[in-house]
């Protein structure tokens, strides 16, 4: 529904903006709507010579900045490196065109070549050339079509289609709407645990096999990765957020229904691999809407969301099957889903903002009747089934290409063994040992929950150092704080307070000892592992921000993969070593990993040199 109203926004904004234009092309006085700098551009509409120097073209907003690092190979993002070339860039021959396009089948050497094309001006590009944000240039060969392409950009910085410029009142609930999709499918993927032997009776199976119900969600989480992310930057977000949802729903349905061990296991698999989608879909929306200093508040909001979801799954599921049959822990999941999907539908707009220029571009083709005004993701003329291809194919190339990706990735996979092993002994640490019910076991993984917002009090402090450590680098010359910034949530204790945690639980869970200890251990061991989601998720959006939502992707299938075979091994672990020696083990891992942030601090910059599409500061 908003997106609907969003799209009719944008016509009447590009209905204006040409209005308006026009105008101050004719001499009008109009009042500027953006600080870009029209003055540069030349009036043809009142004559002036058209063999005049160009002017010079600078970097609109919604192109890509250089800062941000080369395309991928083969993008729609290469016509955006072409308007990034200094004022006055000399023509080139028609040789030099042919060159470039030659150079187009080297995959990875796209940065370069569009920036040797140049803008022709001539009386039939008057219009493309007074519209402000409208860069002008020739197309290669490869892109299809002959002559000029009028690449549509936001007015300026302070354009207020551009979701940065959106207010906080409009920016919070979408931000909003985003961690509660994260919130449900978190309490999809571990409500089923608490259904673990009641399922297991009516399957007539053991308890490990019933184990796969919840392990085979967390696999197909990370299978899912790989479409959502990649395609949400193809098509847009709301549409993947929408109809994945939908496909969730309906296999969560089907779980309920299940007849068997094996129909329940593969709509199962199958709920995971559609409810995935803010798993990688949701760091590029909040990429989308705030800008690098206000995503160190706005990303903890989701980040609590994630996490808190596979914590209230079990607190809900253990009631639950106390009072009510198993299955209803699926018909729950299905009525707060719904409830989230109809919220999203109505409230949610698209933020991604190739896609909203895409929207604009249609509107300019339309009301000028100029088959010229294109965004940067439809320049090249091309099916979307070949885009797809190759948006699914960019996961792949980052990982196998990027040490950042593959470092993060390692790290982040043996985090979510020692999280999600750990989860699998609530039951061996508060049931076997105090002797409580199934439903108050639930209870005790809220201090997991208390020790994730206790995390969050950590932003203030880590914002006012965010725009101190600006300041400075504006004065510098800088204009961003450099990725490694956002490791300071797990250097502040993070990193520890996991070993410390595990060690901690695993020696005083005992009857001797009063059940507050393990509960306190848990909400430290909450704190350390936001700290550390955090830390990866920002950087790795910092680093990757044109493709933020691909290399998340990646990412989460590596460590989902783990996670899952772990739902399932942790339990033969704590029959057979018991709750004091699993975590010891689980300890120590962890306690292998508490130097990773502090090694990424001193050396990211040197790594993301290795890393070919990652940021450069």
Request: aromatic fraction near 12%.
């Amino acid at each position: 529904m908003q997106s609907l109203l969003q799209y009719r926004r944008f016509r009447t904004a590009a209905k204006a903006q040409l209005e308006r234009d026009r105008a101050k092309s004719q001499g009008h006085h109009i009042s500027p709507v953006s600080d870009a700098s029209d003055d540069s551009k030349i009036d043809l509409e009142k004559g002036e010579d058209d063999h005049a120097q160009p002017p010079p073209i600078g970097v609109n907003p919604g192109e890509i900045d250089p800062k941000i690092g080369p395309p991928m190979p083969d993008e729609e993002h290469e016509t955006m490196q072409e308007n990034q070339r200094p004022g006055g860039f000399l023509e080139e021959t028609e040789e030099t065109l042919q060159e470039a396009d030659e150079d187009d089948d080297d995959e990875l050497a796209g940065q370069h070549r569009l920036s040797r094309l140049t803008t022709q001006q001539s009386a039939r590009t008057r219009l493309g050339q007074v519209l402000t944000g409208v860069n002008i240039r020739k197309r290669t060969t490869k892109e299809g079509g002959e002559g000029d392409v009028f690449v549509v950009g936001f007015e300026g910085e302070n354009d207020a289609l551009n979701p940065h410029n959106w207010s906080y009142w409009y920016r919070i609930p979408c931000t909003l709407l985003v961690a509660a999709i994260g919130c449900v499918v978190g309490i999809a993927s571990a409500i089923d645990s608490s259904a673990l032997q009641a399922a297991a009776r009516d399957f007539g199976v053991s308890e490990v096999v019933e184990s796969m119900a919840t392990g085979l969600f967390l696999v197909g989480f990370g299978a899912g990765a790989l479409l959502a992310g990649p395609i949400s930057e193809t098509v847009g977000r709301n549409p993947v957020y929408i109809v994945t949802l939908v496909v969730y729903m309906i296999f969560i349905m089907a779980s309920g229904l299940a007849p068997n061990i094996g129909a329940q296991l593969a709509f199962r698999f199958l709920a995971g691999l559609f409810g995935s989608t803010p798993l990688t879909c949701a760091g590029g929306s909040i990429s989308d809407l705030w800008s690098p200093l206000e995503r160190v508040f706005a990303f903890p909001i989701f980040a609590n969301a994630a996490f808190t979801g596979p914590l209230l799954g079990p607190v809900m599921g253990g009631y639950i099957v106390q009072f009510l049959d198993w299955r209803w822990v699926e018909w729950i999941t299905l009525i707060i889903s719904g409830l989230v999907l109809a919220l999203v539908v109505l409230f949610q707009p698209e933020t991604y903002p190739p896609i909203l220029l895409k929207w604009k571009a249609k509107h300019l083709r339309a009301l000028a009747n100029d088959d010229r005004y294109r965004a940067e993701i439809e320049v090249r003329q091309e099916s979307l089934f070949r885009r797809l291809k190759r948006a699914l194919y960019r996961p792949f190339l980052l990982t196998s290409r990027e040490p950042i990706i593959i470092l993060i990735a390692l790290y982040l996979t043996v985090i979510y063994i020692v999280l999600f092993t750990f989860l699998d002994g609530y039951t061996y640490v508060f049931t076997d040992t105090y002797g409580i019910s199934e439903g108050l076991t639930g209870i005790c993984f809220l201090g997991i929950i208390v020790g994730l917002f206790g995390a969050s009090a950590l932003v203030p402090l880590i914002y006012k150092w965010a725009k101190r450590d600006l300041q400075k680098i504006k004065e510098a010359g800088g204009e961003r704080l450099p990725p490694e910034f956002r490791l300071w949530y797990s250097m502040l204790g993070g990193a520890f307070a996991i070993p410390i945690s595990l060690f901690w639980m695993g020696w005083t869970a005992r009857p001797t000892i009063s059940i507050w200890s393990p509960l306190a251990a848990s909400a430290l061991f909450g704190y350390g592992i936001l700290c550390v989601f955090i830390t990866s998720y920002q950087y790795i959006i910092d680093a990757y921000e044109t493709y933020a939502a691909s290399a998340l992707a990646s990412i989460t299938l590596i460590r989902y993969v783990a996670a899952g075979g772990m739902v399932i091994v942790g339990i033969p672990f704590y029959e057979n070593m018991g709750v004091a020696y699993t975590l010891t083990i689980l300890a120590c891992l962890s306690a292998l990993l508490v130097p990773v942030p502090y090694v990424f601090y001193k050396y990211g910059p040197w790594i993301r040199t290795k890393s070919k599409y990652a940021v450069r500061t």
